[in-house]
C-alpha cells in the first residue's frame, strides 16, 4: 500500500530533550516536506526537500532541524524542544506531475504526529 | 508574499444543504490551487485540484470548485451535504515553478459541522 508514515504518532517530552519525528514513505517520490498544524493557524511549512540531500526552509524553520540522506526517508529534528513546539506535525511526500501551465505536485500526507513540550 | 485566505472558520449545516466555502489567494503568479480535507482523527486527503484548463474542478465525493481569476477565489461547492462530510477543509496554494510547487501555502481551515 502506498503510503507516508510518521513515527511516533503521539510523542510528550521536556524542554530541551533532543527528539527526532521520522518520516518515511514508499511511493519514490522525490520531494518530502514537513508541516505543523496549531490551531486558528493551519498548516504551516516547516522545512521541504526536493531530493536527497536537497533541503530549503520552509515558512516556519526556527528550531527545527531536517536531513534527507535516504530518498525515502526524511526525519525531523527538535534539538532542544519548547513548549511553542507544541502542536500536531505531518509529513507530506509528492513528485512533480507536468501540466500545459507548469510543473505540479500533489502531495500525500502521513498520518500526524501530536508532540506535547512541557 | 503568498497568502491564502478563508473566511469562514466555522461552518454548521444541516443535511441536504448546499455547501460553500470560501478561499481566496494572494500570489505574484501563476498558481495551483488545491482543496484538502481532514476528517477527525485523519491526516488530509486531496479532494482536487486546479493547474490549468476548466475552472471548474471536480473532486472526490461530489465535491467541485471554481477557478475565478479575476476574484483570485477558488470556492468549494457541494449541492447536497452529508453527516458524513463533517471534517475540516483547507485550501491551499503553490506557486508554479520549473521544479513543481513543492512550497504549498495553506488558509487556516473551515470547521464544517453538519446536523443530522
Known amino acids: 500500500e502506498a503510503q507516508v508514515t510518521q513515527n511516533p504518532r503521539y510523542l510528550i517530552t521536556v524542554t530541551g530533550k533532543k527528539l527526532t519525528v521520522t518520516c518515511s514513505q514508499n511511493m519514490n517520490h522525490e520531494y518530502m516536506s514537513w508541516y505543523r498544524q496549531d490551531p486558528g493557524l493551519g498548516l504551516r511549512q516547516i522545512y521541504y526537500?526536493?531530493?536527497?540531500?536537497?533541503?530549503d526552509k520552509g515558512d516556519v524553520p526556527e528550531g527545527y532541524k531536517v536531513s534527507r540522506k535516504e530518498k525515502r526517508n526524511f526525519p525531523l529534528i527538535l534539538e532542544s524542544p519548547s513548549p511553542n513546539q507544541t502542536s500536531l506535525y505531518f509529513c507530506?511526500?509528492?513528485?512533480?506531475?507536468?501540466?500545459?501551465?507548469?510543473?505540479?505536485?500533489?502531495?500525500?500526507f502521513g498520518p500526524g504526529t501530536r508532540l506535547t513540550v512541557l | 508574499a503568498q497568502s491564502v485566505s478563508q473566511h469562514n472558520h466555522h461552518v454548521i449545516l444541516s443535511e441536504a444543504a448546499s455547501l460553500e466555502l470560501g478561499c481566496n489567494y494572494s500570489y505574484g503568479g501563476t498558481v495551483n490551487l488545491f482543496w484538502y480535507v481532514q476528517y477527525p482523527g485523519q491526516h488530509l486527503q486531496l479532494l482536487l485540484k486546479y493547474f490549468s484548463g476548466d475552472p471548474l474542478v471536480k473532486g472526490i465525493k461530489g465535491f467541485e470548485a471554481e477557478f475565478i481569476k479575476s476574484k483570485f477565489s477558488f470556492n468549494l461547492r457541494k449541492p447536497s451535504v452529508q453527516w458524513s462530510d463533517t471534517a475540516e477543509y483547507f485550501c491551499a496554494a503553490g506557486a508554479i515553478s520549473n521544479f513543481g510547487n513543492e512550497k504549498l501555502t495553506f488558509g487556516t481551515g473551515t470547521r464544517l459541522t453538519i446536523i443530522p
Open positions: 507530506a511526500s509528492s513528485n512533480p506531475s507536468f501540466s500545459p501551465a507548469g510543473v505540479y505536485n500533489e502531495q500525500f
Open positions: 526537500s526536493m531530493n536527497v540531500e536537497v533541503t
